[in-house]
């Protein structure tokens, strides 16, 4: 079955320990991306990736890091956590990159509770 | 800058009654317009796209959506409302390079028998 995977699906943390959720899709698709959602302001992008060592940094990158080491998997890491990074994050993939923008797959979403 | 605008958080329609969510954008070029729909405790799952052609697209689940670029909009509609339907709703622009997506804040619907 084509699909996203996160994980974990919930996580409670405490400020300033660092954390890595791990995304991985099955399709061979070129473009993954992080997003998170709050309340209030919808989804919004934090990093996406065009391809193996090719990412760049979307609108809120700020407390967070990524990388992309092979093509299926797209981790995020947070090195040091504060409660503002609480939120519910979403992963998504796309079959290509640099072109018209795609139908994004998404994962189903880690709920991140940093006290 | 580009950004979009779902005016309405919160819309409750009864059981086969008609529905449309607005939504508005701002983006200067070429827009690609989604529409995604999350139920309660998944991930969003693509209801419509538009590129380019007709401007009003059909998608999933009986949804069709109307472009409207003198208005820099793009409204999601369905004719009769199922229980089924009620979920949170997001627009999205795509920037033509295919990097970067911005969504609405999105809107809430309830559907009451």
């Known amino acids: 079955e084509a699909q996203v995977t996160q994980n974990p699906r919930y996580l409670i943390t405490v400020t300033g320990k660092k954390l890595t959720v791990t995304c991985s899709q099955n399709?061979?698709?070129?473009?993954m991306s992080w997003y998170r959602q709050d309340p209030g302001l919808g989804l919004r992008q934090i990093y996406y990736?065009?391809?193996?060592?090719?990412?760049d940094k979307g609108d809120v990158p700020e407390g967070y890091k990524v990388s992309r080491k092979e093509k299926r998997n797209f981790p995020l890491i947070l090195e040091s956590p504060s409660p503002n990074q609480t939120s519910l994050y979403f992963c998504?993939?796309?079959?290509?990159?640099?072109?018209?923008?795609?139908?994004?797959?998404f994962g189903p979403g880690t709920r991140l509770t940093v006290l | 800058a580009q950004s979009v605008t779902q005016p309405d958080i919160h819309i409750t329609v009864s059981e086969g009654a008609s529905l449309e969510l607005r939504c508005n954008y701002s983006?200067?070029?070429?827009?690609?317009l989604f529409w995604y729909v999350q139920s309660p405790g998944q991930g969003l799952q693509l209801l419509l796209k538009?590129?380019?052609?007709?401007?009003l697209v059909q998608g999933i689940k009986g949804f069709e959506a109307e472009f409207k670029r003198s208005q820099s909009s793009f409204n999601l509609r369905k004719p009769s409302v199922h229980w089924s339907d009620a979920a949170e709703y997001f627009c999205?622009?795509?920037?033509?390079?295919?990097?970067?997506?911005?969504f609405g804040t999105g809107t809430s619907l309830t559907v009451i028998p």
């Open positions: 999205a622009v795509g920037a033509w390079t295919g990097n970067q997506f911005y």
């Open positions: 983006y200067g070029a070429t827009p690609y």
């Open positions: 990736s065009m391809n193996v060592e090719v990412t």
């Open positions: 538009y590129f380019s052609g007709d401007t």
């Open positions: 998504a993939s796309s079959s290509e990159a640099g072109g018209p923008p795609d139908t994004q797959y």
């Open positions: 399709m061979n698709h070129e473009y």
